[in-house]
């Protein structure tokens, strides 16, 4: 199947799967993740032919699960740790890794931002600081548009009790769910709506694939050892 692709207003947006690269073994073939322990000029080759689908200035994010957001970052100041970065300038693609979180892109009027969103993120609220600093680089008070790409969904998701009930207690009962064995699960997209929500967002396209079910896409909670795929998006 081919990647990915939306427009939003004036936005491209990407979302890679793991065919058509040059990785092998559990990478193969698209990965695009170069902390994951896959040969260094496989992933290079990987991001190149990527970066050669949507021509700009591309900027990958050093991610830890956390909650800072980078503004109008270039790729040498992206060497610091962030989940989410926002721009306002034309042509530089922004671009999180993900196997198994939520990749997260927002769009307003003159500004684009892009979010890395595991459970750990999203309960620090990573989702609401990159909302806030794309409000601040948007021209006036456009509403803001979200696209949500393939991350776990609950039927695979099999969750600790304690975690889960303290999720729940921040998002509410729509975050809990149950696996396909019938075990506890978390609904991460779910929480990512709520968020969302928390954070003023109401417009959201989520293209509803789930990275665990299908071979489609790269997904530690499947197989472990693997690649990531990529999520991007860039102002026109």
Same mark, same amino acid.
Do not use: K
């Given at each position: 199947?081919?990647?990915?692709?939306?427009?939003?207003?004036?936005?491209?947006?990407?979302?890679?799967?793991?065919?058509?690269?040059?990785?092998?073994?559990? *990478?193969?073939?698209?990965?695009?993740?170069?902390?994951?322990?896959?040969?260094?000029?496989?992933?290079? #080759?990987?991001?190149?032919? $990527?970066?050669?689908?949507?021509?700009?200035?591309? &900027?990958?994010?050093?991610?830890?699960?956390?909650? &800072?957001?980078?503004?109008?970052?270039?790729? #040498?100041?992206?060497?610091?740790?962030?989940?989410?970065?926002?721009?306002?300038?034309?042509?530089?693609?922004?671009?999180?890794?993900?196997?198994?979180?939520?990749?997260? &892109?927002? /769009?307003?009027?003159?500004?684009?931002?892009?979010?890395?969103?595991?459970?750990?993120?999203?309960?620090?609220?990573?989702?609401?600081?990159?909302?806030?600093?794309?409000?601040?680089?948007?021209?006036?008070?456009?509403? /803001?548009?979200?696209? $949500?790409?393939?991350?776990?969904?609950?039927?695979? *998701?099999?969750?600790? @009790?304690?975690?889960?009930?303290?999720?729940?207690?921040?998002?509410?009962?729509?975050?809990?769910?149950?696996? $396909?064995?019938?075990?506890?699960?978390?609904?991460?997209?779910?929480?990512?709506?709520?968020?969302?929500?928390?954070?003023?967002?109401?417009?959201?396209?989520?293209?509803?694939?789930?990275?665990?079910? @299908?071979?489609?896409?790269? @997904? *530690?909670?499947?197989?472990?050892?693997?690649?990531?795929?990529?999520? #991007?998006? /860039?102002?026109?």
């Amino acid at each position: 199947m081919p990647t990915i692709r939306a427009d939003i207003g004036a936005a491209r947006v990407l979302c890679t799967d793991r065919a058509r690269g040059v990785s092998v073994g559990p *990478y193969a073939s698209r990965n695009l993740g170069d902390h994951v322990g896959d040969d260094p000029a496989a992933v290079s #080759a990987n991001r190149t032919r $990527l970066e050669d689908e949507l021509p700009g200035e591309w &900027v990958w994010l050093r991610q830890v699960h956390g909650t &800072v957001v980078l503004t109008d970052p270039t790729q #040498a100041a992206a060497t610091a740790p962030a989940d989410a970065a926002v721009t306002s300038i034309p042509g530089r693609v922004l671009a999180v890794v993900t196997a198994d979180c939520a990749p997260i &892109v927002l /769009v307003a009027d003159g500004a684009v931002g892009v979010v890395h969103a595991g459970w750990p993120g999203l309960e620090q609220g990573v989702i609401g600081s990159a909302v806030d600093a794309l409000r601040t680089a948007a021209r006036g008070d456009a509403p /803001v548009r979200a696209f $949500l790409g393939p991350c776990v969904h609950p039927a695979r *998701y099999e969750f600790g @009790s304690d975690d889960l009930d303290r999720l729940a207690t921040r998002f509410g009962p729509e975050v809990r769910s149950t696996t $396909l064995d019938g075990t506890p699960a978390f609904d991460l997209p779910a929480g990512v709506r709520v968020a969302l929500r928390e954070a003023g967002v109401e417009a959201l396209d989520d293209v509803d694939l789930c990275t665990a079910e @299908s071979p489609r896409f790269f @997904s *530690y909670r499947r197989d472990g050892v693997t690649g990531r795929q990529a999520t #991007a998006v /860039v102002l026109t």
